[in-house]
């Protein structure tokens, strides 16, 4: 049975009785060659008056976004080519693949249908700008860019001009991470689970944050660990220091991942690092210059003073000999102090 139709009139608007409810249609009609032809546009409304009246505002003004024409150099386009092209998904590892798939997904989200002949370098500027506080990912999003546009220019042969994130991909912090000091290592314990956990593996393992948060359960067998070196994207075994092989023993299984977000799928770095700032802005001005990289290189420092060489070093982290330096020499100094000072009791 039919219920009463809406007693919503407008021009173009046509009410039609669909799978039992009424829907509202913008309709044209025009006269083309002799024939008479129309064409529709479904609206959306979810019932609401007043979303209705919006979105048959759009279709009369021609910005509906059923009525949006396919740009033909855009950022989608492009994008499906990328993934698509054989030679490019053969050639590249799996590890390099996934880490463009995030920020790629972003830019189809935000900017899939915008023609990329339209991008400027200070709207590229104003979105890194946006991720200032999370500066691998500020990284990874201008390197997408460049490697998108390299690839429309001289894969696809598209008219696009100068690359507008040339030289932005090669993004650093200003300064190197610090290394968490002892007074935030002990205010852990006030941090949400996830952070704790993240922050031990982080700090146990000396792997870049997001390899330690994706961690399996089955990484870890009796003495030993297998840990992932992102760059070269393969896995290592390493010897699991005490503490953490306690640690990672008393976690509640939730699946296959120490951070599980269900059975198979570990919690996303992002979401962890959202859940670090949060906390840590809670500490105060003192500690926003830390984040979860800095306990990575906490870990080498702490290496350093248990008095292990560069080469043992870099058989934990997987780091090269120059970043151990740097942070060996802050080792070295803490060290000294200590001793420098405790004789002055």
């Known amino acids: 049975m039919k219920t009463p139709k809406p007693r919503i009139s407008k021009p173009r608007l046509t009410w039609r009785w669909v799978r039992g409810k009424w829907e509202p249609y913008h309709r044209v009609t025009w006269t083309d060659d002799g024939k008479r032809r129309s064409r529709e546009i479904k609206l959306d409304w979810k019932e609401d008056p007043q979303e209705l009246d919006r979105l048959y505002w759009l279709a009369q003004a021609g910005q509906h976004q059923a009525q949006a024409r396919p740009t033909q150099f855009s950022w989608r386009e492009c994008i499906i080519a990328w993934r698509s092209d054989p030679t490019i998904q053969q050639k590249l590892a799996d590890g390099t693949k996934r880490s463009y798939r995030l920020p790629m997904d972003a830019i189809l989200e935000k900017n899939g249908g915008k023609d990329m002949r339209n991008t400027t370098r200070q709207q590229v500027r104003v979105a890194l700008g ?190 090269s000999a120059q970043m151990v330096a740097y942070y060996r020499a802050r080792a070295n100094r803490k060290k000294l102090s200590r001793t420098a000072q405790e004789r002055r009791e």
């Not at 146990?204 to 992932?228: C, K, N, Y």
Request: charged content about 25%; overall charge positive; aromatic content about 8%.
């Open 130 to 319: 946006k991720l200032a506080d999370t500066p691998r990912k500020a990284a990874r999003y201008a390197q997408t860019i460049s490697l998108l546009w390299n690839y429309a220019d001289k894969e696809l042969d598209w008219p696009l001009g100068k690359n507008p994130a040339s030289g932005l991909a090669k993004y650093k912090p200003a300064r190197e991470y610090e290394a968490w000091p002892d007074w935030m290592v002990k205010k852990l314990a006030t941090a949400p689970e996830n952070v704790q956990i993240a922050a031990e593996l982080i700090r146990g393992t000396g792997q870049r944050p997001s390899a330690a948060i994706s961690m399996r359960h089955q990484q870890f067998s009796g003495d030993w660990m297998e840990v992932l070196d992102e760059k070269a994207d393969e896995m290592f075994p390493v010897f699991c220091p005490p503490r953490l092989r306690s640690f990672v023993g008393g976690i509640r299984k939730r699946g296959a991942h120490i951070l599980a977000k269900n059975i198979r799928e570990p919690v996303g770095y992002d979401a962890i690092e959202k859940s670090f700032r949060t906390w840590r802005n809670g500490l105060g001005e003192q500690a926003q210059k830390y984040t979860l990289h800095g306990l990575r290189k906490l870990a080498i420092i702490e290496l350093a003073e248990a008095g292990a060489s560069d080469a043992e070093i870099q058989a934990v982290t997987g780091q």
